[in-house]
């Protein structure tokens, strides 16, 4: 059974700060991984989708990478900003459909 | 504008009675999900959908039915209604079930006392 684990739970950073979000998976016959934004009383919004060819994909100031051998991606935040404050997922999609972590929680301080 | 769309939004409920949370999308998705999220567990399986007609068990289907007997429409029942219930439901629809981006509704925030 697939269990998809992120660490940390929250995380407060200052607003310019560049950070890492991580996420880990343990069955690696994954087709895809992915990570979504949530927001305080909101559905999720899709911010990249990995295939399990890939190594990474990059939007903006967004970049996940996926290593399937060691059951891990990062999500990477480049000049963060109190916009980007929100709750992060990461869902791995594999025999079953997407199984999710539990997020990571991210305060940006201006 | 097209999207996938929940209602109702917000619903309280007693214990034992009987609700359906819809959920429509007009992108004619072929596959469609319902998930339930609550702190401590995060976003969990019920029941999703790979066509009209087609359905199947997720993580945590007791006590909840789906049909589809429309490709835009995937409704889910609670027959009856229990505490445990009370959570915040979302639907998302997506073209294939891997290889591709799954779109979420805004979700139904469910109460049940």
């Known amino acids: 059974k697939q269990e998809v684990t992120q660490i940390p739970a929250a995380l407060s950073v200052p607003e310019g700060e560049n950070l890492v979000l991580n996420c880990s998976f343990t069955d690696s016959a994954i087709y895809n991984l992915q990570w979504f934004r949530q927001d305080p009383g909101k559905g999720l919004t899709s911010l990249l989708l990995i295939q399990s060819s890939q190594r990474e994909q990059t939007s903006g100031r967004l970049n996940a990478s996926l290593d399937k051998s060691s059951g891990r991606s990062t999500l990477y935040i480049a000049a963060s900003q109190p916009g980007d404050s929100a709750t992060y997922l990461c869902a791995a999609s594999g025999n079953t459909p997407l199984v999710f972590g539990k997020g990571t929680r991210l305060s940006v301080i201006a | 504008d097209a999207g996938i769309t929940q209602s109702p939004r917000y619903k309280i409920t007693e214990t034992g009675r009987q609700v359906t949370l819809m959920c429509h999308q007009t992108w004619s998705h072929s596959y469609m999900f319902w998930y339930r999220q609550d702190l401590g567990h995060g976003l969990r399986l019920i029941y999703y959908?790979?066509?009209?007609?087609?359905?199947d068990k997720g993580e945590v289907p007791d006590g909840y039915v789906v049909s589809r007997s429309k490709t835009e429409n995937f409704p889910l029942t609670l027959e009856s209604a229990t505490r445990s219930q009370t959570s915040v439901y979302f639907c998302?629809?997506?073209?294939?079930?891997?290889?591709?981006?799954?779109?979420f509704g805004e979700g139904s925030w469910l109460t049940v006392v």
């Open positions: 959908s790979a066509a009209a007609d087609i359905t």
């Open positions: 998302a629809s997506g073209r294939e079930r891997y290889g591709n981006t799954i779109y």
